[in-house]
């Protein structure tokens, strides 16, 4: 199965990367600049690219990313500490991102001749992130089979979406996927902050998994009366 995977740089969506490499045929990485706080995860997800040999497309949608107002992750807005089951988390939602996204993926898999398109949703991000539930990827690939009807036959590839960002953790520890060449959080300094929450629950899901995290954070106990407030 020829397979495009978009990748943010992250440790999810690198160990995908990973394992479509290792179970199918990668035939590229799709990265998406929509304006974000920082362009750090992006060089991460080049370099993914260059490891395993394929084509890295970046998509510019920072005029896009512009109108979608009103997120931590594009405006000027502090990015809260804390896990994300936490109400004040909702402020890092930047409405339809993955939507939008997946969109762009699609057209580009049709135009190659690629059999799937596969995203790193998983069960954690359930909480706040609508568009990374499996009521919405089910629904889009739906979707995108009448939007390709009679010209391609793209699948949505989604193998994390029903499962926590431990067992994704368990999956890279098993592929060999290299966890310090990924990037997380979302401050985007010169080492992981330990407090946001994307690196809270980066680090939980590496204690949940039983597997040595290589990450440098700037707080790296934060994590856990996160979990403890968020119980």
Not at 38 to 55: I, P, T, Y
Not at 111 to 137: E, K, Q, W
Not at 183 to 203: F, L
Request: glycine share 10%; proline share 3%; with cysteine.
């Amino acid at each position: 199965m020829k397979t495009i995977v978009i990748c943010s740089g992250g440790l999810d969506s690198v160990t995908l990367a990973d394992k479509i490499a290792a179970e199918h045929s990668l035939v590229g990485l799709v990265s998406f600049d929509y304006g974000q706080r920082h362009r750090k995860e992006l060089d991460f997800a080049a370099r993914a690219a260059q490891r395993l040999g394929v084509k890295h497309d970046i998509i510019d949608m920072r005029g896009i990313g512009a109108a979608l107002t009103g997120s931590a992750l594009t405006d000027d807005v502090d990015v809260p500490d804390g896990h994300y089951a936490e109400e004040t988390m909702r402020i890092t939602v930047v409405p339809n991102r993955n939507a939008i996204m997946l969109t762009i993926a699609f057209g580009i898999a049709a135009a190659r001749g690629a059999d799937a398109v596969a995203t790193a949703v998983h069960g954690g991000d359930h909480f706040i992130y609508p568009d990374c539930r499996p009521a919405f990827t089910e629904a889009f690939e739906a979707m995108q089979k009448q939007a390709l009807d009679g010209y391609a036959d793209v699948s949505l590839y989604t193998p994390f979406v029903r499962v926590p960002k431990s067992a994704i953790v368990e999956e890279g520890a098993r592929l060999g996927t290299d966890f310090a060449q990924t990037w997380s959080c979302y401050k985007g300094g010169e080492n992981h902050c330990g407090r946001c929450g994307t690196c809270v629950e980066r680090r939980e899901a590496f204690d949940l998994a039983g597997v040595t995290d290589p990450t440098v954070y700037d707080d790296p106990d934060f994590w856990k009366a996160a979990v403890e407030k968020a119980r």
